[in-house]
């Protein structure tokens, strides 16, 4: 933790806090897989949220940051608001009185992008609040706020971007509770992501779902997953990256993903190890054990899967510290 020394009633340093974007379900693992990123060339990948002693009666939010014209302009809207409110009344329920305070949320994150971009606000923006109040709120109280938070605009309650987003790493969390758990990833594994540029609202992504599964697939990707598993701990990379299949999602959304099944094709014939939609997407994930390899898929996907020239690749490593307070 790298908390400020400054006790909460005269903390006067801003303090900023990042939150990494994730890849929600790696294929195998829908709604209970997620993996934190970190691209290899130091960009900062993620939202950063900033916190300032208060101007004010009310808290007060400002937005910058390449993807700040995507946000809704009213800051009510925002879910960092949200959170802030969401925060002070849980804080308020437990006798701790909490003054509002001046915040700005540094966009970095597409919205809609299958990169985790709401669960990246969610969890800096509680992160930051928890700090700045001294940590008042244990970790169980506050992965169960950030969960609510994000339960709010993706429509369903899904950990699988706010686990690794706050703590980072591959982490499976089960639906339906509060508990997660950290799980290898091969060290050598790069990961490619590539946002063509188009947004794909999770909501609208998550309504195209079936609501029920014949038992063949259920059995099948009960199985895929315990092999995922087994694999990851005994070292088997070759046997995890063959058990990353999506039996779930895949079939319903890839339709809504322009020139994924292409993509496909082309980054496996290229050394691809496997390839997936990240989150709901429309960003598309590829992972790759050669330095070479995956440069080469990026490049492919600049090429031929961005859209727009707002979309971007990067080949990322996992990202093991999650959120954390930066200058
Ligand atoms: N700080 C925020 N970050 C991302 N989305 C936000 C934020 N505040 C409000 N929103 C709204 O929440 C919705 C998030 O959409 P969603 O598809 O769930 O994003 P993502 O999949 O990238 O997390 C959008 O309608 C967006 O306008
Ligand atoms: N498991 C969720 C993940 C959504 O991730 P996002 O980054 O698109 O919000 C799903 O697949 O719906």
New binding site residues.
């Given amino acids: 933790m790298n908390a400020s020394a400054e006790s909460p009633e005269m903390r006067t340093t801003p303090l900023k806090v990042f939150a990494p974007a994730s890849i929600g379900n790696v294929s195998v693992g829908f709604d209970a897989l997620g993996l934190a990123l970190a691209p290899l060339d130091g960009t900062l990948l993620g939202?950063v949220v900033e916190l300032r002693p208060g101007t004010g009666s009310d808290w007060n939010l400002d937005?910058t940051g390449p993807?700040s014209d995507?946000?809704?302009p009213d800051p009510e809207?925002?879910?960092?608001t949200?959170c802030c409110r969401l925060f002070a009344e849980t804080a308020a329920e437990r006798g701790i009185p909490v003054a509002p305070l001046d915040l700005t949320?540094d966009?970095r994150?597409?919205?809609?992008?299958?990169?985790?971009?709401?669960?990246?606000?969610?969890v800096a923006?509680l992160e930051g609040l928890n700090r700045w109040y001294g940590n008042p709120l244990g970790s169980r109280d506050l992965f169960r706020l950030m969960a609510e938070a994000?339960g709010r605009?993706?429509?369903a309650v899904h950990l699988d971007?706010i686990a690794p987003c706050l703590y980072g790493g591959l982490r499976l969390c089960p639906p339906g509770g509060q508990a997660e758990y950290a799980l290898p990833w091969p060290a050598r594994w790069q990961t490619v992501v590539c946002w063509p540029g188009t947004?794909?609202?999770?909501?609208?992504?998550r309504s195209v779902l079936p609501e029920s599964l014949p038992r063949a697939t259920a059995v099948q990707h009960a199985a895929q997953f315990a092999q995922f598993v087994h694999a990851l701990y005994t070292g088997k990379t070759g046997l995890a990256a063959a058990s990353m299949v999506d039996l779930i999602a895949e079939p319903s959304r890839r339709r809504l993903l322009a020139g994924f099944d292409d993509a496909r094709e082309a980054l496996l014939g290229r050394g691809a190890l496997t390839v997936g939609i990240s989150?709901?997407g429309p960003t598309l994930f590829a992972i790759a054990d050669d330095s070479d390899v995956a440069a080469e898929l990026a490049a492919w996907l600049r090429r031929e899967y961005c859209a727009t020239d707002r979309g971007f690749a990067h080949v990322c490593r996992v990202d093991l510290g999650g959120a954390r307070s930066i200058d």
């Fill in positions: 939202d937005v993807f995507k946000l809704p809207a925002n879910i960092v949200a949320l966009k994150l597409p919205i809609g992008s299958g990169l985790g971009s709401s669960a990246s606000s969610v923006a994000e605009i993706s429509g971007n947004e794909l609202v999770t909501r609208e992504a989150g709901s």
